[in-house]
């Protein structure tokens, strides 16, 4: 399997090259079970953040890393859900089309989770931006909770994203193309 060698955080890993589509390959950052890389992007991360009173990620691949933020910081985390769970009253969605799942998804927050967030300074963190679409979801859910977007932030910024100036990240993350044949 063809790999790409990732620095980030004073840590190495070899990240494989996974199908995205016909032509195209990412590389798979995953975070989870990686304590080490958890703690060390995160204390990378905080030092670039400006205040903030929450922290605001999506399920489920930013989890680890907002937990980290959370338990330095010592300021809570919300986890925007992928389903309506049983405990969750009168939610709120967005919708989210993922690069790395295939249909439509929606992410939704609790009327709980909203009263959090109302006239609060959210920072919005997730594993890697990409096409963008998750931290949009994330941003109309702030929005519509009442929130206020102290910034939005990843460990890593993937093609196109990497040229954007309203996000936080560690490091650029390429896209791969399969050379054409002639």
Known sequence: ??????????????LPLCRLNEGTRIAGFVMFSDVELTIECAKALEKLFPDYDLILTAESK?????????????????VARKKIKVYMTDPISAD?????????QRLYL??????????????IVDDVISTGESLRALEA????????IAAKAAV????????????????????????QAD
Do not use: W
């Not at 399997?1 to 070899?14: P, S």
């Not at 009263?115 to 920072?123: C, E, K, P, T, V």
């Not at 040229?163 to 050379?179: C, G, H, S, V």
């Open 1 to 14: 399997m063809d790999t790409y060698t990732l620095n980030v955080a004073g840590l190495t890993r070899e």
């Open 62 to 78: 930013g989890i680890p890393l907002a937990y980290e933020l959370s338990r330095r910081s010592g300021k809570n985390y919300i």
């Open 96 to 104: 989210v089309q993922s690069i790395t799942t295939k249909g439509m």
């Open 110 to 123: 609790s009327q709980e989770d909203v009263q959090m967030m109302q006239g609060r300074r959210i920072l």
């Open 141 to 148: 859910l702030t929005e519509r909770a009442g929130g206020i």
């Open 156 to 179: 890593l910024a993937e093609g196109d994203a990497c040229k954007r100036d309203d996000i936080i990240y560690l490091e650029e993350l390429p896209l791969f193309f399969d050379k």
